[in-house]
């Protein structure tokens, strides 16, 4: 562990100097990249020093608890010796930790899709109560949460919605919320007060930056249309909503969500990025490919990662195993316990050689 320890911060070192070259600093997708590296080598270093200190500490104490002829300075020594011992084990277990393998989309802002699936105008109603339970995850946390784009359903709620949670913290907590999420309730919709089954697919996706995903401007074609639903005037009759396609791929991404043409370009762009990246590490592991289509699903009540029952107050995660009798609490954003046990499965999954 310290031979590996020594090497981060070796090259925690080598990256700080090379972010002082001038050359370095104009040349923005490297600078981008060690920057990057540099923050993520950052916390191992800072904890390895701290830890480092300890010993030193550790070691600078020992003689005093042995030889010190006051028995007052002898007791203090041992006392103090105790207390960095046990700060020693706790920084041997956060080493551990960071040291465990790393996922590189971790650090990142995310974009989650919610579609509706089985149940027809219920189906886009719990769509939408969805987005509201991240949103106000995202408001908990004091994330910024931005709609880039979205399709209303007829009784309410979305047939379509994509949000960007923006922090950096962002994916590596959301990431496993990717699935098909399924409801039972009485519908708003339901006049004889019967309980419906109905579902919406969720899928989570790294943000994607410039230097990740390197767009030809050239390979992309742009379209403009009129905004469909609420906003006045401007939004249902000028050509303000934008749909791209990327046409190598034939992936594409489009944004009605605001007034301006441009800003809803940037938004369609971001998204298409996202989706272009999710295929590049796609084509890099295998196994992604199958973990997306798993994701997402068809919106078949039966590819259920998670059951939210109003009658009884019940939401069970099936991958876990863990049911909470909280479901109200739940759909305001308290995710937080249910979203750990999923991270602690993940863990336990991971290689430790």
Not at 170 to 177: D, K
Not at 254 to 281: F, P
Request: aromatic share 6%; glycine share 6%.
């Amino acid at each position: 562990m310290i031979e590996q320890l020594e090497e981060f911060k070796r090259r925690f070192q080598e990256i700080e100097e090379q972010l002082s070259d001038p050359a370095i600093v104009q040349d923005i997708k490297k600078y981008t990249a060690l920057n990057k590296e540099h923050k993520k080598l950052s916390k191992k270093v800072a904890t390895y020093n701290a830890y480092q200190k300890v010993i030193e500490e550790i070691d600078a104490l020992k003689p005093l608890t042995q030889s010190h002829e006051e028995e007052e300075i002898k007791q203090m020594a041992k006392e103090e010796l105790a207390s960095l011992n046990s700060q020693q084990e706790e920084l041997e277990e956060e080493l551990k930790t960071l040291l465990l393998p790393e996922d590189p989309e971790e650090d990142k802002s995310c974009l989650i899709e919610i579609r509706a699936g089985a149940g027809g105008d219920e189906a886009a109603i719990w769509a939408g109560d969805l987005f509201r339970m991240y949103q106000r995850f995202a408001e908990k946390k004091g994330w910024k949460a931005e709609i880039l784009d979205y399709t209303e359903g007829t009784s309410g709620g979305y047939k379509e919605i994509i949000v960007k949670i923006a922090d950096q913290q962002a994916y590596a907590q959301l990431r496993y919320e990717g699935g098909v999420h399924r409801v039972q309730r009485v519908p708003a919709t339901e006049s004889q007060g019967r309980i419906h089954t109905s579902t919406a697919s969720v899928a989570v996706l790294p943000e994607a930056d410039e230097v990740e995903v390197d767009l030809d401007m050239n390979e992309i074609k742009k379209e403009t249309f009129c905004s469909s639903g609420p906003g006045g005037q401007s939004v249902n009759t000028t050509y303000s909503a934008v749909r791209l396609t990327h046409l190598p791929t034939g992936i594409t991404a489009s944004c009605q969500d605001g007034k301006s043409q441009i800003k809803n370009y940037e938004k369609a762009l971001e998204v298409l990025r996202a989706r272009l990246y999710e295929r590049k590490m796609e084509a890099q592991k295998a196994d992604v490919g199958a973990e997306r289509k798993a994701m997402v699903g068809t919106g078949d009540r039966s590819e259920k990662i998670r059951t939210y029952n109003y009658p009884q107050g019940r939401i069970t995660d099936h991958r876990v195993g863990y049911t909470q009798h909280n479901l109200p609490a739940v759909l305001q954003g308290d995710l937080a316990k249910i979203i750990e046990k999923l991270r602690i499965a993940h863990r336990e999954l991971l290689p430790t050689g």
